[in-house]
């Protein structure tokens, strides 16, 4: 394996993603089963043809003006998260401003937590929640359950990029809005979050950042966008976005 | 993370495939980016609902035609397809019969090929072979180039199960028939091939076994099978299979 993808590779952008989560999957910032995710999200983003679709952009519109409007907004950060995107979450944190949570589900240690903190940093995070927690989600057992007391639990509205369905139900029932980040428009944690997002974290997070320093103090249009989210018909447009894509590429074959 | 998934999980026989792989990242049987692969895989096979789509069985029946035709069929084994279903392979190569290669991509030793070939073994293969092989296949570098003389090099078709792109290519240039089985019916394998089945290994192979010893001995039914072969016509079924699925689930979301 090398970590060497020419810039003219058509999709040197996802192959680069791969080997720097191969990579991490090293140094313990990526958990056990890290891989395997980011391989299945590596797959729907590829039914997505690598972009972000149309309507999907409208759908990072809301959830910027969801976490504006919100009273304590909280980003929760896995180790995947932090490979991937480590320097977008920060710049988000920033624009919106919200505050940043170390969110582990696997291998849960004080170490690993402060590993994917001390990461966060090098991107300009001042100040990272989530190193040894000790509040808990009810309802929810073993280290996923653990929280910041100033963070996830005080939090109105959690962006959650690639999180499982159990934490996303739990959140809800705990009186939380969620934003889920997930490629995959028919998993638990899409179908249950107050508003999904089909998309790539690398592109799905500056443009929530672009969008969040657009509307940034323009409250009846904040107002309005957060109001319209609608998680089922985001996710059928998702799904219609799809399912053309297949159609044409069947049509093509059959031509 | 546990290996313990409980046998009335809905998704029990994916998470258990999961956990097998990634354990084998650790024994070093599955290769550094093969769990990333493995992701990719679950997720289309998410698409397929987890099951064999009927026009898919119609693809497997002609595949194991086309290996009874053979004069020297050989199915080539890496470190996933080992893991997932090594003991299918070592049926299916009696019942064809057919050679088993160890076939490997990233991190090519000599010991790796040993463990994948002791790996077969246990599941009562006689004789595999890939182990320090001497002949290369025609225009493809490094060490993904390397096949038995007395296997892929002398092979008139060849099962590879999660294969890549440039080695199928590199195969069907030789002259070689290739039968893929990857759940991406739009990867570069899957488009290359002479026939691409795309389900999972674990259900493809057993059922591959079956029709091959329902089919053989009767020629003219393993001919016809074989003629009838036409990879674009197949994948265009199996992309209709996955958006009707689709606009079967945006109906349900837009009621």
Redesign the interface.
Known sequence: ?TNQVPDNHPRAASLRQ??A??AH?KTGLVA??G??????????D?LLGEETPEPVKEHIKQAAALLLQAKHPVISINGNAAVLAGQYFSELSKAIPAKLEVNVF??RTQERESMIAEFLKQYGANDVLGINPEARVPNLHSARGSVDKEGIAKADVVLVPLEDGDRTEALIAWGKKVISIDL?P?SRTARKSTINICDNITRAIPLMTAYAKELKGYAPEINKLADSIDN??A??RV??F??ER??K??DE??K
Not at 37 to 44: C, I, K, V
């Open positions: 394996m791969r080997y989560i191969a999957a056990e089963t891989t395997i995710s980011h391989g299945r999200g590596e797959a729907f590829y696997y291998g995959n028919l089922d018909k996710t059928a799904l219609r799809m399912r297949l159609q590429l069947e074959l059959e």
